[in-house]
């Protein structure tokens, strides 16, 4: 069982940044690829950006591409989202998303790929 808590939402103006943190429980953090999703109120539960075991290959949303940074800390057990220029389409819930099994570029921007997810956390981007 792998628990996930995501931390670091909060309202900020556009053109801001934020860094979110998602915390994994487990041994072995390390061999968990880890995404980030977002769902907006009326909207589906989209991919955002997610990260490999080995931190060697990163995948992201067009629409966060350039903007987003994922990365991992294996020893503090921590996935991150750097978010800069932030935009008011930004605004959403986020969640982390965990997977102990094998999975290809393609089924990391899946939701349905990860089975761990965590609680969410709020971002708000005013205009």
């Known amino acids: 069982q792998v628990q996930l808590g995501e931390s670091g939402g909060g309202l900020v103006q556009a053109g801001g940044s934020l860094r979110l943190s998602c915390a994994a429980s487990?041994?072995?953090?390390?061999?968990?690829?880890m995404g980030w999703f977002r769902q907006a109120p009326g909207k589906e539960r989209e991919f955002v950006a997610a990260?490999?075991?080995?931190?060697?290959?990163?995948y992201y949303a067009d629409s966060v591409k350039g903007r987003f940074t994922i990365s991992r800390d294996n020893a503090k057990n921590t996935v991150y989202l750097q978010m800069n220029s932030l935009k008011p389409d930004d605004t959403a819930v986020y969640y982390c998303?965990?997977?102990?099994?094998?999975?290809?570029?393609?089924?990391?921007?899946?939701?349905?790929?990860?089975?761990?997810w965590g609680q969410g956390t709020q971002v708000t981007v005013s205009s």
């Open positions: 998303a965990a997977s102990i099994a094998i999975m290809t570029s393609t089924m990391m921007s899946r939701a349905s790929g990860y089975r761990y």
């Open positions: 487990g041994r072995t953090f390390s061999t968990y690829y």
């Open positions: 990260i490999s075991r080995s931190s060697g290959n990163t």
